[in-house]
């Protein structure tokens, strides 16, 4: 497949915060304090022990469907028992504990829930 792959966290967590906390106290020095909180809040909720993310349109062009809402995904994977998070890589990116198996089994129940609505 491909490899080496960094498996550690690749952000301190703590400094993250910390910065984030700065930033916001002093929002006025920055003119882009928009982007800037942005980004440091992305990578602030990433899952920090999954190195790999999972990209919903690489999902759906193998199987041929139309890619579901992130945010109708990332329920499934939550109601599953699993955690999942943005990349700060790119928002259309997930990063998830869930097991490929599990990823998949959501992916089928989504292309029958399509071909369902569309037999309706």
Avoid at 43 to 49: F, N
Avoid at 83 to 97: A, F, G, M, Q, Y
Wanted: glycine residues 2%; charged residues 20%.
């Amino acid at each position: 497949m491909g490899g080496p792959i960094w498996s550690a966290p690749i952000h301190d967590q703590d400094w993250v915060t910390s910065i984030l906390a700065d930033v916001k106290s002093m929002q006025d020095r920055y003119p882009a304090y928009a982007r800037i909180s942005a980004a440091l809040t992305n990578v602030s909720k990433e899952l920090p022990d999954v190195p790999l993310f999972v990209s919903l349109h690489s999902l759906c062009a193998t199987l041929k469907c139309t890619s579901p809402l992130a945010v109708i995904f990332r329920s499934a994977v939550i109601n599953a028992g699993y955690h999942i998070s943005r990349t700060r890589v790119n928002p259309l990116e997930l990063k998830s504990d869930a097991p490929m198996d599990v990823i998949w089994d959501i992916m089928r129940c989504w292309v029958w829930s399509c071909l369902h609505v569309k037999a309706n």
